[in-house]
């Protein structure tokens, strides 16, 4: 899995050297309120690696967005699944593949900020079998608000999502999203950032992650990122590497 990584973060370099407005939302779950320019693709390469106690683990997200209106765009995120159990074996694939859309309703002022929705549904394209999917659709909805206080930039995540469609239950095992980050510049080139989320899941145990990482804004369409989530539930010492790339053509 290491020699993969270093493969992927050395085709991200290419790929971002080559491209000449960046909305840095990545590595961060928490939502933030810029959409892609008007017209134009944007792309986020992303890898993350699991350090299980027990199993090991890596995903490579693409993530294709399309600026449809200045306030307005659309995507969808291509996972690639490689799985390397304690016991059992290994697995490489497609996952579950996630259609989305973000459309700012309002833009920020000094009085107020900014807001914008986005729904989601996830495509159960991945194995099941195999442990590459959930083998059902998942439909969300997200709330984000968004709020400079000087250099310092706040977002805040209000979410629901519908998971494993269609059942009988439409409520049991559904899952909540509270989450707020926070990214100050340092200069002109790097900014640190960090994150609290909390997923309370109907009818199963809750989670409360955070995150703290560093992006790298190589150009003006351009910028990197490093960060790492720890589990803070229970004292658990799992933790997820966070790298990845987001260019603006």
Same mark, same amino acid.
């Given at each position: 899995?290491?020699?993969? +990584?270093?493969?992927?973060?050395?085709?991200?370099?290419?790929?971002?050297?080559?491209?000449?407005?960046?909305?840095?939302?990545?590595?961060?779950?928490?939502?933030?309120?810029?959409?892609?320019?008007?017209?134009?693709?944007?792309?986020?390469?992303?890898?993350?690696?699991?350090?299980?106690? @027990?199993?090991?683990?890596?995903?490579?997200?693409?993530?294709?967005?399309?600026?449809?209106?200045?306030?307005?765009? +659309?995507?969808?995120?291509?996972?690639?699944?490689?799985?390397?159990?304690?016991?059992?074996?290994?697995?490489?694939?497609?996952?579950?593949?996630?259609?989305?859309?973000?459309?700012?309703?309002?833009?920020?002022?000094?009085?107020?900020? +900014?807001?914008?929705?986005?729904?989601?549904?996830?495509?159960?394209?991945?194995? @099941?079998?195999?442990?590459?999917?959930?083998?059902?659709?998942?439909?969300?909805?997200?709330?984000?608000?968004?709020?400079?206080?000087?250099?310092?930039?706040?977002?805040?995540?209000?979410?629901?999502?519908?998971?494993?469609?269609?059942?009988?239950?439409?409520? %049991?095992? !559904?899952?909540?999203?509270?989450?707020?980050?926070?990214?100050?510049?340092?200069?002109?080139?790097?900014?640190?950032?960090?994150?609290?989320?909390?997923?309370?899941?109907?009818?199963?145990?809750?989670?409360? @992650?955070?995150?703290?990482?560093?992006?790298? !804004?190589?150009?003006?369409?351009? +910028?990197?990122?490093?960060?790492? %989530?720890?589990?803070?539930?229970?004292?658990?010492?799992?933790?997820?590497?966070?790298?990845?790339?987001?260019?603006?053509?």
């Amino acid at each position: 899995m290491q020699k993969l +990584a270093v493969k992927v973060m050395a085709a991200l370099l290419l790929v971002g050297l080559a491209a000449s407005e960046v909305w840095p939302c990545r590595p961060l779950k928490t939502e933030d309120c810029g959409t892609t320019p008007v017209g134009r693709p944007a792309l986020e390469l992303g890898i993350e690696a699991d350090m299980l106690n @027990e199993d090991t683990g890596c995903a490579l997200c693409s993530v294709f967005n399309y600026g449809l209106a200045h306030n307005w765009d +659309a995507g969808i995120e291509i996972p690639f699944v490689y799985l390397n159990p304690d016991s059992g074996t290994s697995q490489s694939g497609l996952g579950d593949m996630v259609l989305r859309s973000k459309y700012r309703f309002l833009e920020e002022t000094p009085s107020r900020p +900014a807001f914008l929705v986005k729904p989601t549904f996830k495509i159960p394209n991945g194995d @099941e079998s195999r442990g590459l999917g959930s083998g059902k659709s998942d439909a969300g909805l997200m709330l984000v608000l968004t709020k400079g206080f000087g250099s310092l930039a706040g977002h805040f995540n209000l979410g629901y999502n519908m998971l494993d469609l269609p059942r009988d239950d439409r409520f %049991r095992g !559904n899952a909540a999203f509270l989450g707020l980050g926070l990214q100050y510049p340092l200069d002109s080139r790097f900014s640190i950032l960090g994150e609290v989320i909390h997923e309370p899941v109907s009818g199963a145990d809750n989670t409360l @992650e955070g995150i703290i990482g560093l992006i790298w !804004n190589v150009t003006g369409k351009t +910028a990197y990122d490093l960060a790492i %989530r720890v589990d803070l539930t229970d004292n658990n010492n799992d933790h997820l590497i966070i790298s990845g790339l987001t260019v603006n053509f």
